[in-house]
């Protein structure tokens, strides 16, 4: 398939587009290169060194002899993004490309409003363009499991069955996201579904949980292409950033009483999610919701498994429990349906030792690179 992935030199996307590639697929990767600028901003950087995208690419056709082609531009570009579209032909368009954390989203009202613009919009002008240039063209969207927020009941997958005084109806189901960040991701998925409903697009929206690790079969080829990895306290998702702290002897920073609960998956995972949806396309009009994670763990209970593996390997690791900078239930029921995706054939990697062995041996390879005053929480929800 003719497939293009946006946000393809990010953390979820460059692994994506390879493992797409590897499948055969004709692979187009669109990036601004923002996430690289926010770095700059932010005085940070990937434990990881990362090589351009210009270079990824090349040393992937060298390896495999299968050629990535790169656009630079910003989906916000509507005269952009349609030339994209005239050049490419896409029977599938993944959609990464957008701002990610919460954290930079709460940072002040710039911060919120970039993220909503860029996402928002972004996301509408890849609507139209496929409205516009193919209509037949199967979005698949990131969305995330923190749009529907911790309800005391069930989270469905995207839709649930209401009665009200005596009558039935499935809706969409509610969403209580706890940031402007996360509440981009929904208001991108009300967008969709609109759209699928007035102009019969065909959608997946993929509510993913947080992802971990960061080789699969693919990034571990070259050292070239070897994945970012984020750590600070603005970009640094729970498990990957306690992983980094332990390798360098600080503290894992727990927030608040850690009885959060969270969905979470394997970065090995989320590549196989996204071919699994493209290769089997929702239908014209449909707007698809899967809940992709594997697993759900307490925030404590990661940490805890990242000490025992810590203490293991002869590191001094202990946690530390700090206010916490999110407003956010920390003692609350969280249970989440994911079966649409397992149906389809996903067969999970779980978060065994082995594997927490392993990731925390490639981060402990690069600790040096850690800039250890950006390793705290620097940013509140008040
Ligand atoms: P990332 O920041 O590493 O990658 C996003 C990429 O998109 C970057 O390379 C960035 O330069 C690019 N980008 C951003 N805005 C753009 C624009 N307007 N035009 C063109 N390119 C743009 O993020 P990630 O961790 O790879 O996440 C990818 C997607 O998955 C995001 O939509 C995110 O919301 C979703 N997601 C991620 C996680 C996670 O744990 N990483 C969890 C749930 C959902």
Request: charged content about 25%; aromatic content about 10%.
């Amino acid at each position: 398939m003719r497939i293009v992935v946006a946000g393809g030199d990010g953390f979820c996307g460059w692994p994506t587009a390879l493992h797409l590639s590897n499948q055969g697929h004709e692979v187009t990767i669109v990036d601004n290169l923002s996430r690289r600028k926010w770095d700059e901003e932010l005085h940070s950087n990937s434990v990881t060194p990362i090589a351009s995208l210009e270079d990824r690419v090349e040393k992937w056709k060298e390896l495999t002899g299968n050629e990535i082609k790169t656009f630079i531009g910003d989906l916000n570009h509507y005269d952009f993004l349609r030339e994209v579209f005239r050049q490419t032909e896409p029977e599938a368009f993944v959609h990464f490309a957008e701002q990610r954390s919460a954290p930079y989203s709460m940072i002040d009202r710039e911060h919120a409003v970039f993220t909503q613009q860029n996402n928002v919009i972004g996301n509408l002008n890849v609507l139209y363009a496929i409205k516009e240039l193919a209509p037949d063209c199967h979005l698949i969207k990131l969305g995330t499991m923190g749009e529907y927020g911790a309800p005391n009941i069930d989270i469905e997958e995207g839709y649930i069955e209401i009665e009200h005084n005596g009558r039935k109806d499935v809706l969409p189901y509610p969403k209580q996201p706890g940031s402007f960040y996360h509440l981009s991701k929904v208001h991108d998925s009300h967008n969709i579904m609109f759209a699928c409903k007035i102009w019969g697009i065909r959608a997946t929206d993929l509510n993913q949980g947080i992802v971990y690790g960061l080789h699969t079969n693919e990034t571990k080829m070259d050292p070239m292409l070897v994945n970012r990895v984020d750590y600070d306290g603005v970009f640094g998702t729970a498990l990957n950033r306690f992983l980094i702290q332990a390798a360098t002897g600080h503290d894992l920073t727990v927030y608040g009483s850690g009885k959060q609960t969270r969905s979470f998956l394997n970065i090995e995972d989320t590549v196989r999610c996204v071919q699994i949806a493209a290769e089997n396309p929702a239908d014209k009009g449909e707007f698809r919701v899967f809940n992709q994670f594997t697993e759900y763990f307490s925030v404590l209970e990661l940490a805890e498994k990242v000490k025992k593996i810590a203490q293991e390997k002869g590191l001094d690791t202990e946690l530390a429990y700090l206010e916490n900078p999110r407003i956010e239930p920390e003692d609350h029921y969280y249970h989440a349906v994911n079966t649409g995706l397992r149906e389809l054939g996903l067969e999970p990697h779980l978060l065994t030792d082995e594997v927490l062995h392993d990731i925390l041996q490639t981060v402990i390879e690069h600790k040096d690179r850690v800039i250890k005053e950006n390793v705290l929480p620097s940013i509140t929800w008040k």
